[in-house]
């Protein structure tokens, strides 16, 4: 299985900062198709996660462009850049490179 | 607006069964992989299950292959999960999710799964 590990695990930015969070694949991500099957996605406190970023650097529709993802192969970063005060929840990375399917742990970022 | 439902959940005793239902709306069915993803109190996420379009493949990781079955249907917008053999390990808020722009680009509001004596 692909493992997906996220750091840090916690984090606390003031408004206004740029954060990066790190997701690091025990397999490189790179499919044969050239795609890189690596997305992020966040979840607030007691609801249901939403969809951030697809294939590395993709936002999905709605969301701000102070979210942008990089990377490539097996090491990718999500910042955020600035933060603001609804940006408090936990991101997670996850691939479908291959199955099954995994998540990384999670980050969860905290506003001062 | 796409708006998908889940329903179904509860308190059962481990061995038990249940089924999940997960009613989509606002966007082609038949035209979408379903997924499922459960997440467990205080924890992450895991992937539970996949299903094709048109309901001819299915896709499962190792916790739950053998015991879990996923299905739709394409004439009911409906998408089921069912879940037997329940362990107390499987209590987790049960989501479903369509793949479209990405793997999960759309989740319902999840519904939660007890397994408990």
């Known amino acids: 299985d692909v493992v997906l590990t996220q750091t840090p695990p916690t984090l606390l930015a003031t408004i206004g900062q740029s954060v990066s969070i790190s997701c690091r694949s025990s397999q490189s991500l790179l499919h044969s198709n050239g795609n890189t099957y690596l997305n992020w996605l966040l979840q607030r406190t007691g609801q249901s996660p939403q969809p951030l970023i697809y294939l590395v650097s993709k936002l999905e529709s709605g969301v701000p462009n102070r979210f942008s993802g990089s990377g490539s192969g097996t090491d990718f970063t999500l910042t955020i850049d600035p933060v603001e005060a609804d940006d408090t929840a936990t991101y997670y990375c996850q691939q479908s490179w291959n199955d099954p399917l995994t998540f990384g742990s999670g980050t969860k970022l905290e506003i001062k | 607006e796409v708006q998908l439902v889940e329903s179904g959940g509860g308190l059962v005793q481990p061995g038990s069964p249940l089924k999940l239902s997960c009613a989509a709306s606002?966007?082609?069915?038949?035209?979408?992989?379903l997924n499922w993803i459960r997440q467990a109190p205080g924890k992450g996420l895991e992937w539970v299950a996949s299903?094709?379009?048109?309901?001819?493949?299915?896709y499962y990781p190792d916790t739950v292959k053998g015991r879990f079955v996923v299905s739709k249907d394409n004439a009911k917008n409906t998408g089921y999960l069912q879940m037997n053999n329940l362990r107390s390990e499987d209590t987790a808020m049960y989501y479903c999710?369509?793949?479209?722009?990405?793997?999960?680009?759309?989740w319902g509001q999840g519904v939660m799964v007890t397994v408990s004596s």
């Open positions: 999710a369509r793949t479209g722009s990405s793997d999960f680009d759309y």
């Open positions: 606002g966007f082609t069915f038949s035209s979408n992989w």
């Open positions: 299903i094709n379009p048109d309901g001819s493949s299915t």
